[in-house]
């Protein structure tokens, strides 16, 4: 790992689960897999902290361990999965739009949580969502469930590996460490639960009928627990299916920019149906049809097959091939080429950065040497119209920052300058990967830059959240309009200023770093997918 990604994930650890946890977190991240005393020895933490820390990180996938042959259980971090936590609000939100706040809630839950039962999620989000509603409306624990299924059975969330029963069994020793395993087709499988109750609000639940205060309450209720019936069937977030929906949702944006909106709905229709069928790691989709695609389209979408064939064959002779022409059978099949697709994203990424880092001028001769693949400085100057000194200053520039490279071809072994062809060329990938290192580093100078405006104003943001504690409290007594406006004086106009200058800050700040990341996520799906193909 680089730096920049060792640094960011410090960061991120830090500001989810503390201190204790992120020198425990990042230690592994440079060290690799160790045993516990080790981890407790080289850290300096003792040995009942590291223990903590260390099941806070497998609770959220963020550590996993493995048993070796001298029977030592050894722990590594999943660098990769704690960098997954920068995209946690946009996994939220995608969840919000495709199943409302009852899907949102159930997300949310997860992430917070790690891992979760269906039946604790379930109580979990219906008490949220009852909070949220009017006085006597409650939220039933049957549409909960509902939505918990249709996440399940669209691959949003799945099952987290279990130990086998025949584990349990063995009469010998018990081994250092639990393996974990699960069915691919028991993945998916929604236990069969009558989850019958409505959510409960906190205030009904802290007293009772008789206003009697939940602490003093007797605790022989406890005693006798019914047992659950998900028992030991854990349920987690599936991050790989969210990316699959990101990428799709990427290609029907660049189809819609690049053609029109009816294409992109064809294209939106052809990813639809390939969801479940085709891996997240495939080139392509599964071939589909013309006529099957006509029957699959929304309802309400009035165009006819004949538009449809002419919509398609357009489709596949567009020049960037994110819909290739598999065969004739059942009026043409069609494929979407997931790579093709990545690719040109990945490559109009880095030719928005020129333009944006260097001018319209570079972004030309970046262009150009895209298409042409191989060119010689004069010829740049030719193709490119610019001036040779200028045109050399750009191609000089564009090197030092690694979005070009220089290809030497000599014509004699010597490599004598005189008699060497210097070829200026774009390797895609390592331009990628160079770009996907910035964007690491521009993430953590973002997080801690609102890290740092939120401490330089810790006192101001105490003494508003003090002042709208005691407003909330006096509205629910009931309190006059002129003590409220009394309380709400305690903020001067100029403090008041300052909280709107903090609050338009931070708030961009958060804007920022979510558009890193969708850049950040175009990147390395790029770089994962042309990785698998080499």
């Known amino acids: 790992m680089t730096q920049a990604e060792i640094k960011l994930c410090s960061l991120l650890l830090q500001e989810h689960f503390g201190e204790i946890v992120e020198k425990i977190g990042v230690h592994l991240i440079r060290t690799g897999s160790q045993p516990l005393r080790v981890i407790a020895h080289d850290t300096g933490t003792s040995l009942d902290q590291v223990k903590k820390a260390l099941c806070v990180l497998i609770q959220h996938n963020l550590v996993s361990y493995q048993v070796h042959k001298r029977g030592v259980v050894e722990y590594e971090a999943q660098c990769s999965r704690v960098l997954r936590m920068l995209r946690y609000p946009r996994y939220i939100y995608t969840t919000k739009t495709l199943y409302s706040d009852t899907g949102e809630l159930i997300v949310e839950e997860l992430l917070l949580n790690g891992k979760l039962t269906m039946s604790a999620v379930v109580k979990k989000v219906a008490d949220r969502l009852t909070e949220t509603m009017e006085d006597g409306k409650t939220m039933d624990y049957a549409e909960v469930s509902n939505t918990f299924v249709r996440l399940a059975d669209t691959h949003f969330v799945q099952r987290c590996p279990s130990v086998p029963t025949t584990e349990n069994s063995d009469p010998g020793p018990p081994p250092p460490a639990p393996t974990l395993v699960i069915n691919e087709k028991d993945m998916y499988l929604v236990p069969k639960l009558s989850l019958i109750g409505k959510g409960k609000r906190r205030r009904s639940s802290d007293e009772d009928a008789a206003g009697e205060p939940k602490a003093k309450r007797p605790k022989h209720t406890t005693d006798n627990k019914e047992p659950i019936p998900d028992d030991g069937i854990y349920w987690q977030v599936n991050l790989d299916r969210f990316h699959q929906h990101f990428r799709d949702q990427a290609i029907v944006s660049a189809v819609a920019n690049r053609m029109d909106q009816t294409s992109s709905e064809i294209v939106r229709t052809m990813l639809r149906m390939s969801e479940i069928t085709t891996s997240s790691s495939a080139p392509f989709t599964q071939p589909l049809s013309s006529n099957e695609i006509f029957r699959s389209l929304p309802v309400g979408y009035n165009i006819s097959k004949q538009v449809l064939d002419q919509y398609l064959t357009l489709l596949a002779d567009d020049p960037l091939e994110f819909v290739g022409k598999s065969g004739d059978s059942g009026g043409g099949m069609y494929v979407i080429n997931l790579h093709k697709a990545l690719a040109s994203l990945a ?188």
């Open 347 to 534: 490559t109009a990424t880095l030719e928005s950065v020129v333009q944006e880092r260097f001018g319209s001028r570079c972004a030309r001769i970046f262009r150009l040497v895209l298409q042409k693949k191989h060119l010689e400085q004069k010829q740049v100057e030719d193709f490119a119209m610019i001036p040779a000194k200028e045109a050399k200053d750009m191609l000089y520039k564009m090197l030092s920052e690694n979005f070009m490279s220089l290809q030497e071809i000599p014509k004699t072994p010597d490599h004598a300058p005189s008699r060497t062809f210097y070829l200026y060329t774009v390797n895609i990938l390592s331009a990628a990967r160079m770009l996907l290192h910035r964007c690491y580093k521009s993430i953590a100078n973002l997080i801690e830059r609102r890290q740092f405006e939120t401490k330089e104003n810790k006192r101001l943001l105490e003494k508003s959240q003090r002042v709208e504690a005691i407003i909330a409290s006096m509205q629910a007594t009931g309190a006059e309009e002129a003590q409220l406006q009394e309380i709400e004086e305690m903020i001067t106009a100029p403090e008041r200023q300052q909280l709107e200058t903090l609050k338009r800050n931070v708030n961009k700040l958060d804007a920022s770093e979510i558009q890193v990341d969708e850049t950040i996520f175009l990147l390395e799906s790029y770089i994962e997918c042309t990785m698998k193909r080499q």
